[in-house]
Nanobody, 121 residues
Framework: QLQLVESGGGLVQPGGSLRLSCAASGTIFRINTMGWYRQAPGNERELVAV???????NYADSVKGRFTISRDIAKNTASLQMNILKPEDTAVYYC???????????????WGQGTQVTVSS
């Protein structure tokens, strides 16, 4: 079974940095896209950043220039480097991948359990 484990969340002061990591394990044939989403209390879950198998990326306007997504295809991991953090970045951050577990499987979406990021002085 394919599983995602996130790490790297925590409490940081405004202007600080954090690095989130997402590791996929289990039965994996191919990962297509890897991305990060976030959900703040009372808000809907929103896309933060995504990286495609081609290496191209897409970011929410609110994080452009501050966040950088990367992936290690060989290790089935993705990271989100977050710089110049703001209080409005406070949320639970979720890793999501689109992957094929077996060669005969269709592409499915898999979510991590989430990691809390709190930006506060």
């Amino acid at each position: 079974q394919l599983q995602l484990v996130e790490s790297g969340g925590g409490l940081v002061q405004p202007g600080g940095s954090l690095r989130l990591s997402c590791a996929a394990s289990g039965t994996i044939f191919r990962i297509n896209t890897m991305g990060w989403y976030r959900q703040a209390p009372g808000n809907e879950r929103e896309l933060v950043a995504v990286i495609y198998s081609s290496g191209s990326t897409n970011y929410a306007d609110s994080v452009k220039g501050r966040f950088t997504i990367s992936r290690d295809i060989a290790k089935n991991t993705a990271s989100l480097q977050m710089n110049i953090l703001k209080p409005e970045d406070t949320a639970v951050y979720y890793c999501k991948i689109i992957a094929r577990a077996r060669y005969y499987s269709g592409m499915n979406a898999y979510w991590g359990q989430g990691t809390q990021v709190t930006v506060s002085s």
